[in-house]
């Protein structure tokens, strides 16, 4: 079984500092990992993705991830943060069962940013 | 090369009536997932289709159902509507090879008054 818990529901912070978003998941395999992005009315896009390979993981817009075993963490950060970057954040996680990638996504609970100027 | 497309964007239907939306995925993806997002519930995982074949099922009752054509496109029906039905529904396709990211088209909005 998998699961992802995103540890804040909403995160405001000022145009030009940090911004970090955390999430912790669970998996019963090898898991792959996912940040998505959704801005109002929109669909999902893919910011960035972690799938074995590197444990930092690096996204557009400036985004990048750390994949932590030990923690069985996948924080969102990003060293300054833009106006357009306001929008609705998804941890995604994916059981990659006997090496097969099926297309079941288990998603978190979202994380609204907020960027004030 | 052309996105994940759902259509229709919007809709409008009567409690007890019964629906279905179409999604067309990325020229060459198999596996099509639908997810249902709702305000209380968040993202939630409805069903995979794959080469014709459901091979995932989420925790819904039998009211949704779903199909996947020989050209990959992929419909989703849901019957006898209820208020809590109404949800932004999101279709999305995946490449084959392990470990690749899905693909979601724009959804559609489903509203029952």
């Known amino acids: 079984a998998q699961s992802v818990t995103q540890l804040d529901s909403h995160v405001s912070v000022s145009e030009g500092t940090p911004v970090l978003l955390r999430c912790n998941y669970s998996s019963s395999y090898s898991p792959s990992l996912f940040w998505y992005v959704q801005h109002p009315n929109k669909g999902l896009q893919l910011l960035l993705k972690?799938?074995?390979?590197?444990?930092l993981v690096k996204g557009i817009n400036g985004f990048e991830a750390e994949f932590k075993k030990s923690e069985t963490s996948f924080h969102l950060t990003k060293p300054s943060a833009h106006m357009s970057d306001a929008a609705e954040y998804f941890c995604?996680?994916?059981?990659?069962?006997?090496?097969?990638?099926?297309?079941?996504?288990?998603f978190g609970q979202g994380t609204i940013l907020t960027v004030h100027p | 090369k052309a996105g994940v497309t759902q259509t229709p964007r919007y809709l409008i239907k009567t409690r007890g009536q019964q629906v279905t939306l179409s999604c067309s995925p990325i020229s060459g993806h198999r596996s099509v997932s639908w997810y249902q997002q709702t305000p209380g519930q968040g993202l939630q995982f409805l069903f995979e289709?794959?080469?014709?074949?459901?091979?995932n099922k989420g925790n819904f009752p039998g009211r949704f159902s779903g199909r996947q054509f020989s050209n990959s496109r992929s419909e989703m029906n849901v019957s006898t509507l209820e208020l809590g039905d109404s949800a932004l529904y999101l279709c999305a396709s995946k490449g084959g090879g392990s470990r690749t990211e899905a693909f979601f088209g724009q959804g559609t909005r489903l509203t029952v008054v």
């Open positions: 289709y794959f080469s014709e074949t459901q091979r």
């Open positions: 995604v996680v994916s059981d990659n069962a006997g090496g097969t990638s099926y297309g079941k996504l288990t």
């Open positions: 972690y799938t074995s390979a590197a444990t």
